[in-house]
């Protein structure tokens, strides 16, 4: 999880890009008059490909953006290490304003601070794989024994122990992507950006990469931007999920927050189809305790499963199964709420208000 820290590490705020020769006409006009992207389009033959995007990172957090494809979700991940440069808006990378840097302090920026993979790793066919993973030591000036030693760390922190020697064109796509990441964690990166990296691979490869990913990235508290055009992967791996549509950010929140309370009808549409029981927490179905007993009267829940905040709608189920009681939800040994079978139910059906359901 993300350390518990005020400062973004990524700050982005009221970012703008809009492509085209008259790209700053349409932007004055956007601020002024506030015409749409289609306008946009029509009066100055221009695109719009990120709209007004204002979000923070913390340190440690996995953000996941998420968008069907042309949202803009590639565009906005390529103005954080400034491949892009923005119509407006500013970008802060732990407080430094990267449009104001010159253009050695940006390579030292990338160099240092930010690591890259991508859907193609773009692996140099001649190098084996522990050349591919010590090319960014070797940029830096690194010795050759310096570079083996932290290359072979991260070759071993992704499971290719034994392929070191061999060329990208023996591996599998799935070993292909390991190479891509274990190069990115040899240069020490405290931010990684990820264009849908696994997206092209099979569905078990994939799962066992996010599982892969996922494990490296709380052990080394990366700061991770993931793209991806997959709800289920951004559900899974993502801290918190922003929903891109048209370059515009729809709706920022953690993954409960966007499948339980969707901004619009476009992000219902895509959280439709999840699965809640993993992912709905106690918390958000249960009654609080005072206002069940206001409710039912002062209640003996001795005899009652019990059950933490935390724990998912899968699990209360389970709890439930056995017993006519209700759940007992508890926090550091006192009782915090009440979750009913109706509640439950509720719950599995995708509404979460604590209120729904109470004293039933």
């Known amino acids: 999880m993300p350390q518990d820290d005020d400062t973004a590490v990524i700050d982005?705020?009221?970012?703008w890009k809009i492509f085209g020769k008259r790209s700053k006409e349409a932007m004055e006009a956007v601020k002024n008059h506030v015409i749409s992207k289609l306008e946009v389009r029509d009066r100055f033959d221009c695109v719009v490909g990120v709209q007004d995007a204002t979000f923070q990172v913390r340190r440690g957090e996995i953000f996941c953006i998420m968008g069907l494809s042309g949202s803009g979700k590639s565009t906005l991940i390529r103005h954080i290490n400034r491949l892009i440069e923005p119509t407006s808006g500013q970008l802060f990378i732990e407080n430094q304003?990267?449009?104001?840097l010159s253009d050695r302090s940006l390579r030292q920026l990338r160099a240092e601070k930010i690591g890259m993979v991508f859907q193609n790793m773009a692996l140099m066919p001649h190098r084996t794989v522990l050349d591919n993973v010590c090319f960014s030591q070797e940029v830096r000036g690194h010795d050759a024994a310096e570079r083996r030693e932290t290359a072979m760390r991260a070759i071993d922190a992704v499971d290719l122990n034994g392929w070191d020697q061999k060329y990208p064109d023996e591996l599998s796509g799935g070993m292909q992507q390991r190479v891509g990441l274990a190069r990115a964690i040899a240069a020490d990166p405290s931010i990684l950006l990820m264009d849908e990296p696994f997206s092209a691979l099979d569905p078990l490869i994939r799962r066992q990469l996010q599982d892969k990913f996922m494990s490296l990235s709380a052990e080394m508290q990366k700061t991770t931007l993931f793209i991806t055009h997959d709800l289920d992967e951004a559900i899974r791996i993502g801290h918190r999920i922003a929903i891109m549509k048209d370059g515009a950010l729809i709706q920022v929140g953690t993954p409960e927050d966007i499948v339980t309370n969707p901004a619009d009808d476009y992000v219902a549409d895509f959280v439709a189809g999840i699965s809640k029981l993993d992912l709905v927490s106690a918390a958000k179905i249960m009654t609080p305790l005072e206002q069940f007993e206001q409710r039912n009267g002062p209640t003996n829940t001795d005899a009652w499963p019990e059950a933490h905040p935390d724990h998912s709608l899968d699990e209360l189920v389970t709890l439930s199964i056995s017993t006519k009681h209700p759940v007992v939800v508890k926090a550091d040994g006192k009782t915090v709420g009440i979750v009913t079978k109706n509640s439950l139910l509720r719950g599995i059906q995708g509404?979460?208000?604590?209120?729904?359901?109470?004293?039933q």
């Open 97 to 100: 304003d990267i449009n104001a």
């Open 12 to 15: 982005c705020r009221n970012l």
């Open 351 to 359: 509404h979460g208000d604590s209120a729904v359901g109470a004293g």
